[in-house]
């Protein structure tokens, strides 16, 4: 890897893909391999076996180096999570979208644009199981192999539309990604409905020892007790623990052991008990996403930048036009008069557009 790192220094343009884990078949989110080409030859590294990657990530960090990707998102995720934050990044995924395709998937766009049909069926197997077939290896190879030919292609359409100032604002936030653990995240889990205070206290202390066990056991926490499941015992938590236990799906076989069912129903007692001393309600919070409310003011509002959205897509495209203004600004435009686009060359657009129309923002 260190010779590697020390070769791949040297170029100016590499393309770069990661193959994950991410709660699938094991705990947390895991780096599997590391695929980077200098548009010659792939190298392909095993984290597994190596204990320091910091080589590699100041190769990954030089923003003298282009890097490029292709929906770079999770990557970028999962590298800052590990300690790199990227420089200097080029998206063909977002080039993809510029551009108005309405399929950005790589293996669409490579048999688009060069021609070439890759082999997908690797895509979702087991990156965690050592040693990687031979197929594995070539599904990653070509994941990255070809991107710089790609790269040059869509860049060339890219300028040529005069767009390339909205790929590199693009590129500069994908640069800003950085991982950051999420506050409660016992109640980010997506219920089927919304929990009463009661229950989001019970489930803090559940959701820990699940979270525990599913790290111990090395299975995705959801293998461990999934949604389902917590949802049947949050509804009745006062109810026959080894009943729920041993009738219910979801639950994982390893749980049914008399020590974890009594460690459980400690859990359960004690958050009950510290409920009641704190007298927490047993009823719904307010809802965090309020119904929109209807006005002749708000609806005018809405009606002008549906406007001025119908005419960006008439220029640009469908497919191109939710990176210029999205669903969700139309709303908050609708609902409180403040326009709000953070992304310099997407307000421009805008706000050229809506006073070539005559539309007054």
């Not at 078949?25 to 200098?38: A, H, N, P, V």
């Not at 917590?230 to 219910?248: I, K, Q, R």
Request: glycine share 4%; charged share 20%.
């Amino acid at each position: 890897m260190a010779e590697a790192a020390s070769y791949l220094s040297q170029q100016a343009e590499l393309a770069l893909d990661l193959e994950f884990d991410q709660h699938h078949y094991t705990y947390g989110f895991t780096l599997c391999l590391i695929q980077i080409s200098d548009g010659q030859a792939c190298f392909l590294i095993d984290p597994f076996g190596i204990e320091n990657l910091q080589p590699l990530w100041q190769v990954l960090e030089d923003p003298a180096i282009i890097k490029i990707f292709h929906h770079a998102n999770n990557d970028l995720m999962l590298l800052s999570m590990l300690g790199c934050q990227v420089r200097n990044l080029i998206d063909t995924a977002v080039a993809a979208k510029i551009l108005n395709y309405a399929k950005a998937a790589l293996g669409t766009l490579l048999e688009e644009e060069l021609g070439l049909n890759l082999d997908k069926s690797q895509q979702m197997s087991n990156w965690t199981l050592r040693p990687l077939t031979k197929r594995q290896l070539e599904y990653a190879t070509l994941d990255v192999l070809h991107l710089h030919p790609l790269k040059d292609k869509m860049l060339g359409k890219v300028s040529e539309l005069g767009r390339m100032h909205w790929l590199a604002e693009e590129d500069k936030l994908l640069e800003s990604i950085v991982f950051s653990m999420p506050e409660d995240p016992h109640l980010k889990i997506k219920f089927p409905q919304r929990l009463t205070y009661l229950q989001q206290f019970i489930l803090k202390p559940i959701y820990d020892f699940r979270d525990e066990l599913a790290q111990k056991w090395n299975l995705p926490a959801g293998q461990v007790i999934n949604t389902a499941a917590l949802m049947a015992l949050l509804s009745n938590p006062e109810g026959n623990l080894n009943e729920w236990l041993h009738h219910t799906r979801g639950i994982h076989g390893r749980l049914q052991q008399d020590r974890y069912e009594a460690q459980l129903q400690r859990i359960l007692n004690g958050a009950l008990q510290e409920a009641r001393k704190r007298q927490i309600s047993n009823r719904l919070p307010s809802n965090p996403y309020p119904p929109r409310f209807k006005t002749p003011e708000t609806e005018a509002r809405r009606d002008q930048l549906c406007l001025v959205q119908k005419a960006l897509i008439d220029t640009y495209g469908a497919y191109a036009t939710p990176l210029l203004l999205d669903q969700s600004t139309i709303t908050h435009y609708s609902q409180t008069g403040d326009l709000i686009i953070q992304k310099n060359y997407a307000r421009e657009i805008v706000l050229q557009t809506a006073a070539d129309m005559g539309v007054v923002l």
